[in-house]
């Protein structure tokens, strides 16, 4: 199982534990991960997904995990959420257009 939030892209950093005499030894901070069950609205189904708190936060502040999916730049994402966001922008029934360039310009 890969230590990486598959919403986020965070994955383990690297460090030292520094003793008192300042003696360094390789240690991982790994990510705070959790398998959490996300309800997708246009495409009916429930996904099971490898989550770090972030990225649970960064779910409840967009409102929905479709919301979010819709939001998220794609290089932060895994392979398996770039075919369902995919998906789910064919599915959505709004798709935000530009309202500058449809704006009248006043002389």
């Known amino acids: 199982m890969s230590k990486k939030c598959e919403l986020t892209g965070k994955i383990p950093m690297r460090g030292h534990n ?7 030894t390789n240690r991982r901070f790994l990510p705070n991960l ?6 997708s609205e246009l495409l009916k189904r429930n996904l099971t997904l ?3 708190n972030a990225g649970m936060r960064c ?3 967009k409102g929905t995990f479709d919301r979010f999916l819709k939001s998220v ?3 932060d994402i895994s392979p398996r959420l770039k075919k369902l966001k995919k ?7 709004f798709i935000k257009k530009d309202t500058k360039t449809s704006s009248s310009k006043t002389a």
């Open 34 to 39: 959790k398998k959490v069950k996300f309800r």
């Open 73 to 75: 730049k794609n290089k």
């Open 87 to 93: 998906s789910l922008l064919i599915k959505s029934p």
């Open 50 to 52: 490898t989550v770090s």
């Open 18 to 24: 520094v003793s008192h005499a300042n003696n360094k």
């Open 59 to 61: 779910v409840d502040k």
